[in-house]
């Protein structure tokens, strides 16, 4: 009996790709290493730590509340308020990264959040505002602003499909 010309043949791997096809199922299983090990993307650990960076930063809006209230504009209302949103809202949007259902969204709503924070963070420079445990030098306080940008762009890539 010849084989097929392939490297592997196994009757229950093509059954199952004759299956899903017939049932015209675009369901791939995730790809595998050499050791059986899954294959990770840097994208995907990108995408993991941006979500660990958005849920710890914003579970610190619940944990240290007035230090974010002190930075905030005082042309704005509801400091507190606003606060509290910015950091569930951040925590969602996080978390909402680690899905590839809501990914897309998530890290529209960081692009946006990352936008909407500006003023606060300019209010911290400009005003040399500092946390109470600790000081920041004002080079630090500056280099913030531009910092948004590579957020930005760290939620637009690894947001992406693909």
């Known amino acids: 009996m010849a084989t097929p010309n392939c490297v592997f043949w196994n009757p229950w791997s093509i059954a199952g790709r004759l299956s899903t096809t017939a049932l015209g199922s675009k369901a791939t299983a995730p ?7 899954l294959k990770t993307s840097s994208r995907s650990i ?4 941006l979500a660990l960076v958005m849920v710890v ?18 042309y704005l209302p509801w400091h507190r308020e606003l606060v509290y949103l910015s950091g569930g809202l951040e925590i969602l949007f996080g978390l909402g990264l680690l ?6 969204l998530a890290g529209l709503g960081l692009i946006l959040l990352f936008v909407a924070v500006l003023p606060a963070n300019f209010n911290m420079a400009l005003h040399d505002i500092q946390p109470a445990s600790f000081h920041i030098p004002a080079a630090l306080l ?3 602003l531009p910092f948004q940008l590579v957020l930005i762009f760290w939620a637009w890539r690894v947001s992406r499909p693909g």
């Open 31 to 37: 790809e595998r290493t050499g050791r059986g090990h």
């Open 46 to 49: 990108s995408r993991f730590a």
């Open 57 to 74: 930063a914003g579970s610190l809006h619940f944990a240290a509340t007035e230090a974010y209230v002190a930075i905030m504009p005082a």
């Open 99 to 104: 899905w590839r259902r809501t990914r897309r």
């Open 142 to 144: 500056w280099a913030r």
